[in-house]
Every structure is written in C-alpha cells, then in structure tokens.
C-alpha cells in the first residue's frame, strides 16, 4: 500500500523482510542489500516523484545512455548504530557535495539536497534493523545516478534515474594488502575525471588489477599519468605513506578522488600532533624510505575500506616487504575513526550526523 510521507516520498513496504536469511556475521562486501531502495526520477528538467520501493530490479531500456557511454557516478557512505539504537552516518554533507561535483563533470544534473537527506534518512528508519550495532558492522549506502534516456547519440541524457540501495557490511579488505605501483597503465589523467566518482574510472582498473591478481598483488597504486614517477591513489582508496614518524599523502587534483576518509585522517593527524604532509610523493623516495628502514608503514583510506594496511609492495620486479609495527598508525586511525563513528567518543569536528 502507497502511503504519502510528510516530504512528499512515496512509500511502498515490501511485504516481507528478507533479512532472517541473512548471517550477520559472515558478510562478503557488496552482496546483500537491504528491503528497501530509495527512487527519484529526473524528467523534464526537474527531479520528480521520490520513492522508497522494495528493493527489486530496474527496467530501463537498452538504449539507456547509461549502457553505451557510462553516464553515471556514484557514492560511498556508511551509517552506523550505537548500543543505545541511534543511528549515524559519518559526514554526509560531503557525500552530497561531491556526488554533485561528479554529476557536473559528467553533464549530469545536480541533485536537491533535501531530497537527498530526506531520501536517505527514510530509507535508514525503515531498514534500521540491517544497521547492527558494535564497532565493525555498518550500512554501507551507495547512492548512484544513471542516464536513463532511450537514445544512443553521444550526449547528455534528458533523463537520469537516482537511487540509494544498502548493504549490510564488514571489512572490505580482511587482511593487509599487497600492491603493485603502476608503471604502465594509468587510471586518470590531467583534465580528467580522475576525482568525480564516476562508474568508468573502476571499470577502468579491473583488467590492469586482473593482471596485478595474477601476479599476487589485490591492489595497483596508481602513479600521474605522464611520468609514473608520483604515487597518487589506490583507485579503491586514498593513500598514506608513513616515513619515521611523518605521514605523507598525495594532494587533491584533478586525478584523484577527493577521499571523506582521507580529509578525515588528514584532520585526525593534526589533532593527534602526527605531522602530515600533503604533498607529491615519489616513487623513489618511497623505495629510498624502504631501503633505509625509515618506510614503517603504506595504508589505504576509504569509505569501504576505513583504513587498510599494505603488506608488500612492487616496483620494477622488486618486492619490498612492510615491517611489522607495533602501535601503527594504521590501526590508531582506525580505532580513532571508528570510535568516532560508533559514537563511542568525542565528535569534535562534528562528523557525526543523527538519523532521528
Ligand atoms: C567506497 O569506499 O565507498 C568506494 O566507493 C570504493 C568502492 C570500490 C567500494
């Protein structure tokens, strides 16, 4: 039955949870979703008719822009719930300024920003039961926006479908990865579109990922396209080099991601007295740092991810083994982060964001 929510979102239930059939405690990443999903056409200039339906399948024409030219981007988020029942997600504000950065790099219209919240705090009431309390479990929200035009000429759509589904998840990665520094293939490129969330940008990386997989390594690191010589960003996550007791990441440009994580980590560093640096880094000041005993650490930070050790990393056929720290970085950021999340300590950045 259709019932009229106060900000104009149209409800449908499903008639039956799913979510007795699912063990909490065995989640592989991206595999599960939620009852529900959030729905919001774009036509004739305007975003109309937002709707929460039971999760299901789409039916889009195969003249969808979206199939022929890739015309969509994309969000990561998380929300979170504390022993007490409450619910939260981590800085959201962000999520909605950059899927509206995406979307104008791909000529793709912006997204109201009520219809956004709205959207996905009533998706988060209704599903609340997926979200389990307890440091390590989370919501894992994913917002997208496609090109749902029947119409295979090269340009923008007319029409854009947005939707929010949620799935229950656990770690992303479950141990240290192992990476290769790219040497060859490139994931972004000056006046790219290396730091929208656009769908293209990961297609683009699974067949060189496929190639580093064979090799033994889950990750490429990818360096500037022009030189290979600058690490930029792992493609799934940002990254942090730590030397001595100095951090080092790679600015934002046009090349890479602009992480929530990342800007989080780089605030919990200042607050933390941990001195970071934002700033190129080389290659070979990173095998240099390796070869001297002065390279303690390399962790990736992402939404998905949250903050994941490099075990190992390749450059040019030689392999450099990570040492194992006690007291990382990685895992002080994490805990740091999560405690944060899980409402379990101070938020003074006001990172917080209650679903009420
Ligand atoms: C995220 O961390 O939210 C991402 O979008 C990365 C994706 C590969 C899961």
Same mark, same amino acid.
Request: with cysteine; proline share 5%; glycine share 6%.
């Given at each position: 039955?259709?019932?009229? +929510? ?7 239930? !499903?008639? &039956?949870?799913?979510?007795?059939a699912v063990d909490f405690s065995n989640l592989?990443?991206?595999?599960v979703? %939620? *009852? +529900? ?6 036509? /004739? ?10 999760? &299901? $399948?789409? =039916? ?21 719930? /504390? /022993? ?19 979307? $104008? ?12 919240? @709205?959207?996905? #705090? %009533?998706?988060?009431?209704? @599903? ?19 090109? =749902? #035009? ?18 229950p ?18 994931? !972004? ?20 990922? !496929? ?7 889950? &990750?490429?690191?990818? =360096? ?20 001595? @007791?100095?951090?080092?990441? $790679?600015?934002?440009? @046009?090349?890479?991601? *602009? ?11 200042? *607050?933390?007295?941990? %001195? ?11 095998? /240099? ?13 992402? =939404? ?9 990393? #390749? ?23 999560? *405690? ?5 300590? #101070? ?10």
């Amino acid at each position: 039955m259709a019932e009229i +929510h106060p900000n104009e979102i149209v409800i449908v239930k !499903s008639e &039956q949870s799913k979510i007795n059939a699912v063990d909490f405690s065995n989640l592989t990443f991206g595999r599960v979703f %939620t *009852d +529900h999903m959030f729905v919001c056409d774009f036509e /004739d200039g305007k975003w109309r008719s937002p709707k929460i339906m039971p999760y &299901q $399948a789409l =039916t889009i024409e195969p003249s969808a822009r979206v199939f022929h030219y890739g015309q969509a981007v994309f969000e990561g988020m998380k929300a979170y719930k /504390d /022993d007490n029942g409450k619910i939260f997600m981590f800085r959201p504000d962000e999520n909605y300024r950059r899927i509206n950065i995406s979307a $104008a790099r791909l000529a793709m219209p912006e997204f109201p920003e009520s219809y956004f919240f @709205d959207g996905l #705090e %009533t998706l988060l009431k209704l @599903d609340s039961a997926w979200i389990k309390p307890g440091v390590g479990n989370s919501l894992y929200i994913r917002p997208f926006v496609i090109a =749902t #035009e029947p119409a295979i000429s090269a340009s923008p759509a007319a029409t854009y479908r947005f939707i929010i589904i949620c799935s229950p998840a656990k770690a992303y990665y479950n141990d240290p990865v192992r990476v290769l520094f790219a040497e060859k293939f490139s994931r !972004s490129a000056d006046g790219g579109v290396g730091f929208a969330k656009a769908a293209g940008n990961y297609a683009a990386q699974f067949y060189p990922t !496929s190639l580093a997989q064979q090799k033994g390594f889950q &990750q490429i690191i990818w =360096t500037d396209a022009s030189t290979h010589e600058y690490l930029e960003e792992a493609g799934t996550m940002n990254i942090f080099f730590r030397v001595g @007791d100095k951090l080092i990441t $790679a600015p934002n440009n @046009d090349r890479i991601l *602009d992480g929530v994580t990342r800007k989080s980590v780089i605030q919990l560093a200042e *607050d933390l007295g941990i %001195t970071c640096e934002v700033r190129r880094v080389s290659v070979k000041e990173i095998k /240099d740092a390796a070869n001297n005993g002065s390279l303690k650490e390399i962790f990736g930070a992402g =939404t998905a991810a949250v903050i994941s050790p490099v075990s190992a990393f #390749e450059h040019s056929g030689d392999v450099y083994e990570m040492p194992n720290i006690e007291h990382s970085y990685a895992s002080l950021f994490k805990k740091t982060l999560m *405690d944060i999340q899980h409402n379990l300590s #101070e938020d003074r950045h006001e990172w917080r964001y209650e679903v009420l």
